[in-house]
C-alpha cells in the first residue's frame, strides 16, 4: 500500500512529461523494433533451419523459408543420436543441482543472517571470497577428485561439485536479513525451536527469493558447459550442450539441419521457463546485481 | 528504533547480533547444523580444489599421476617460468584481453543506450521490449555458437547470403584471422547486453523522478538529462556490470571451442581454451592449473578493484 502511494505519483509526473515529448517517440520505437528483430532473427533462423532438408541448404541462392518443411531432423536427433538420453541427462542434473541450492543455501543463509555461533564470520568470508571464482579453477582438481572416486562418467560425478554455491547464500542472507528480529523473537516465546522458526516463519517469507534462486540455478545448470564436457566422457553420460558441442564440431559438422534441430531441443525448454517467470528472472538479477 | 536503549552494542559500539542468547556450545551446534551440509559440499567441491589447483600448479602431474596423485613431480616454479617463455599462452591472453576490452565497453554501451530507450523514451510495449532483448542472455552460449557459426557461413549463411543481395561476395569470417575474433566479439555483444540493460533499468528505475523535473525545467532536453541526471546517477550500477562482464568474458571458452577449436592460426585461442587443451587434450594438468591460476589471479584483481572502488562510491 505504501509502496504503491509513494510510487504514484513518479508515475504520473514521468508519464506527463514522456506525453509532452511522445511526438518525438516513433524513431525510437523504430529503432527498438529493428534491435529486437536482430536479437530474434537468429533464433528464427535456428527454427527455420531445424525444418530444412539437408539438400536445401545446397541450393543456391540459400532459401530463406524451408521449401518443404520437414521433421526429419527431429527425428534423426531422436532415433539415430539419442537425444532422449542427452535431454534426460540435463534435465535430471539440472534438477537435482536446483533442489540442492534450494535446500541447502537458504540453510546457510539462515544461520548467517539470524544465528550466532563461533565460525560464523569464517564461513561468511569464504563464502563472498569465492562468489566470483572462475569455474575453470576447480575444473582440474575436481576432475582428479572424481577421477579417484571413480565417479567420472557418473551422476554423481556430473552433480555433486554444483549442488551447492555461493550466490544462494549470498541472495538468501541478504533477503533474510532484512526479516525483522521481533517476528522470530515472538516465535522464541512461543517455545519454538530454530529449525521450526526456519521452517515456518522464514521459508515461508523468503519463497520469492527462493523461486528467483531456482530458476537461476535450473538455467545455470543446463546451460552449464565446461564441467559435464571433462566429466561426461562417454557418450551415454552426455548433456544437451555437451553433445551439440561435440556433434558441431565432430562428424556432423555440416549437418545444418540437425544441428539447428539440436540447438531448438536445448533452447526452447529455456524459453518457455523464460517466458513463464520472466519476472522472477529478471527482477532477481536486477535487485541482486544491483546490492553486488 | 523507538528503544534504542535496548539495542545491544559490543565493545566496539557496533550493534551487537539480533539474537538473545548469548555465545555458548549450543548456539555453536544449532548453527553448524544450519551451515553443516553447505560447508561440507562447499569445502570438498569447491574451497579445497581452490587450493588443490594451487598445489597442482607446481608440479608436473599428467595423465599417468592419475591414479596416485600424491606420487606426482613436484617441479616447483618451473610451470611459471614455462609460462612465460610460452608464446602460445601469451597469445591466448592477447586475445582474452582483446575480446575484453573491445567487448565489455560495447556491451554496457548498447545496453546503457537500450535501457535509457526503455525507460525515458518509450511509454508502450516496455515489456516485450525488455524479454525480447533478454532473451538470448539465458540461453545456452554452446547452442548460440552453434547457431552463429551456421549464420556466418560463407556459402550457405544468412548474413553473407544478405550481403550476397547487394552485390559484395561476403568474407569467410570464421576462417579469417582479422575477422574471427570481431566475430565472436559481435555474437558476445549480442547475448549478453540484455544483461546489462536489465541491470541499469532497474537502477534508473531507482532515479527520483523529482531530478528530472527540475533538470527539465532548468531547460534540459533529452541529451542533457542523460548525461547530468541518468550517467552520474547510475555509476555504481555502471561500475558493477563494467565489473562482472568483465570478470564473464575474462573466461571465454565456449564460443571458440564450438565455432573456430581457437583458429585460425590461433586468432581466437582464449585463456581458458588454452587451460582446457592443455588439460584435457596433452594432459598436461600441472600446466594446465598454472594456467588457471594465473587466470584466478587476474579475476581477483578485477574483482579487489570493484570491492574498492564501490567502497569509495558508497
Known amino acids: 500500500m505504501t509502496a504503491t502511494q509513494a510510487r504514484s505519483p513518479a508515475i504520473t509526473i514521468s508519464g506527463v512529461a514522456a506525453g509532452t515529448r511522445r511526438t518525438g517517440s516513433w524513431w525510437i520505437y523504430l529503432l527498438l523494433i529493428v534491435g529486437i528483430l536482430l536479437m530474434v532473427g537468429p533464433f528464427l533462423w535456428m527454427l527455420l533451419g531445424s525444418l530444412k532438408t539437408q539438400g536445401e541448404f545446397l541450393v543456391s541462392p540459400p532459401t530463406f523459408l524451408p521449401n518443404a518443411p520437414t521433421t526429419g531432423n527431429y527425428e534423426r536427433l531422436f532415433n539415430e543420436l539419442d537425444f532422449p538420453r542427452f535431454f534426460f541427462n540435463s534435465s535430471l542434473v539440472a534438477i537435482i543441482v536446483t533442489v540442492g541450492n534450494v535446500l541447502f543455501c537458504p540453510m546457510l543463509g539462515f544461520a548467517l543472517a539470524k544465528l550466532q555461533w563461533r565460525g560464523k564470520r569464517l564461513i561468511m568470508g569464504l563464502v563472498l571470497a569465492t562468489l566470483m571464482v572462475p569455474a575453470g579453477i576447480t575444473l582440474i582438481p575436481n576432475f582428479v577428485l572424481m577421477a579417484n572416486l571413480g565417479l567420472v562418467n557418473t551422476y554423481p560425478g556430473l552433480i555433486l561439485p554444483f549442488l551447492v554455491g555461493p550466490f544462494g547464500v549470498f541472495l538468501t542472507r541478504q533477503f533474510m536479513y532484512g526479516i525483522p528480529d521481533e517476528l522470530l523473537e515472538a516465535a522464541r516465546i512461543d517455545g519454538a525451536n530454530e529449525w521450526r522458526i526456519f521452517w515456518q516463519v522464514v521459508i515461508p517469507l523468503t519463497i520469492p527469493v527462493l523461486a528467483t534462486l531456482g530458476i537461476l540455478t535450473f538455467l545455470g545448470s543446463w546451460n552449464n558447459f565446461i564441467y559435464p564436457l571433462v566429466m561426461a566422457q562417454e557418450p551415454e553420460m552426455y548433456t544437451l550442450p555437451v553433445a551439440l558441442a561435440t556433434f558441431a564440431t565432430g562428424d556432423h559438422q555440416s549437418d545444418h539441419g540437425m544441428l539447428m534441430a539440436g540447438s531448438v531441443v536445448l533452447v526452447v525448454p529455456v524459453l518457455i521457463i523464460f517466458i513463464l517467470f520472466q519476472r522472477w528472472i529478471t527482477e532477481g538479477i536486477a535487485t541482486t546485481g544491483l546490492k553486488g | ?314
Open chain 2, 1 to 314: 528504533m523507538t528503544a534504542p536503549a535496548l539495542v545491544r552494542r559490543d565493545v566496539a559500539g557496533r550493534k551487537a547480533g539480533p539474537v538473545a542468547p548469548r555465545h555458548g556450545w549450543r548456539q555453536d551446534l544449532i548453527g553448524w547444523s544450519f551451515a553443516a551440509p553447505f560447508v561440507i559440499l562447499f569445502g570438498i567441491f569447491l574451497a579445497l580444489p581452490i587450493l588443490a589447483s594451487f598445489v597442482l600448479s607446481f608440479t608436473s602431474f599428467g595423465l599417468r599421476d592419475l591414479e596416485n596423485p600424491i606420487g606426482s613431480t613436484v617441479v616447483g616454479v618451473q610451470n611459471y617460468v614455462d609460462l612465460i617463455a610460452d608464446p602460445k599462452f601469451w597469445k591466448s591472453l592477447g586475445n582474452t584481453v582483446y575480446f575484453v576490452v573491445v567487448g565489455v565497453p560495447l556491451t554496457l554501451a548498447l545496453g546503457l543506450v537500450i535501457a535509457n530507450a526503455l525507460s525515458r523514451g518509450i511509454t508502450r510495449f516496455r515489456t516485450a521490449f525488455r524479454v525480447g532483448y533478454y532473451l538470448p542472455v539465458i540461453t545456452s552460449i554452446v547452442a548460440i555458437a552453434v547457431v552463429w557459426r551456421f549464420l556466418l557461413n560463407p556459402d550457405v549463411g544468412l548474413i553473407n547470403m544478405l550481403i550476397q543481395s547487394v552485390g559484395i561476395n561476403g568474407p569467410n569470417w570464421l576462417a579469417d584471422p582479422t575477422l574471427a575474433m570481431p566475430s565472436i566479439i559481435t555474437m558476445a555483444i549480442w547475448r549478453n547486453l540484455g544483461f546489462a540493460m536489465v541491470v541499469f533499468i532497474a537502477g534508473m528505475q531507482a532515479i527520483p523522478a523529482v531530478l528530472y523535473e527540475a533538470a527539465s525545467i532548468d531547460g534540459a532536453g533529452r541529451w542533457q538529462s542523460f548525461r547530468y541526471v541518468t550517467l552520474p546517477m547510475l555509476r555504481p550500477a555502471i561500475l558493477f556490470m563494467l565489473v562482472i562482464t568483465t570478470i564473464g568474458y575474462l573466461q571465454l571458452f565456449e564460443e571458440p571451442f564450438v565455432m573456430t577449436d581457437g583458429g585460425p592460426l590461433d586468432a581466437t585461442l582464449s585463456v581458458t581454451m588454452y587451460m582446457y587443451q592443455q588439460g584435457f587434450e596433452f594432459f598436461h594438468q600441472g600446466y594446465a592449473s598454472a594456467i588457471a591460476y594465473v587466470l584466478f589471479v587476474i579475476v581477483a584483481i578485477v574483482a579487489f578493484l570493484q570491492f574498492k572502488f564501490l567502497r569509495e562510491e558508497t
